[in-house]
Nanobody
């Protein structure tokens, strides 16, 4: 069974840092891109960051970020632990949201249940 489990959310002050984790199981983790999404209060879910799959020796760890988090958030993956991380620095009130990770496994989007990040000002 494919599972994605997010953790690491919580309450953080403006300008602070938080690291989210997404632990994966039930599929060959290395073979798939993993994305982080978020849904703030009253907002639609949006993609935040993505990290490419590991295709072996040529993997360059390609990442993608939306403009609003560039320079503040960093996505990384530890293939030995089947885990993707989202390091969030210099957080802002608008970063308040439930954060989800997602993998598209053979055409089907697999989502975790999310972890709540609240940024207090």
């Amino acid at each position: 069974e494919v599972q994605l489990v997010e953790s690491g959310g919580g309450l953080v002050q403006v300008g602070g840092s938080l690291r989210l984790s997404c632990a994966a199981s039930g599929f060959t983790f290395d073979d798939f891109h993993i994305g982080w999404f978020r849904q703030g209060p009253g907002k639609e879910r949006e993609g935040v960051a993505c990290i490419s799959n590991n295709d072996g020796s040529n993997w360059d760890g390609s990442t993608y970020y939306i403009d609003s988090v560039k320079g503040r958030f960093t996505v990384s993956r530890d293939n030995a632990k089947d885990t993707v991380y989202l390091q969030m620095n210099s957080v802002k009130p608008e970063d308040t949201a439930v954060y989800y990770c997602k993998a598209r496994i053979f055409g089907t989007d697999q989502w975790g249940k999310g972890t709540l990040v609240t940024v207090s000002s």
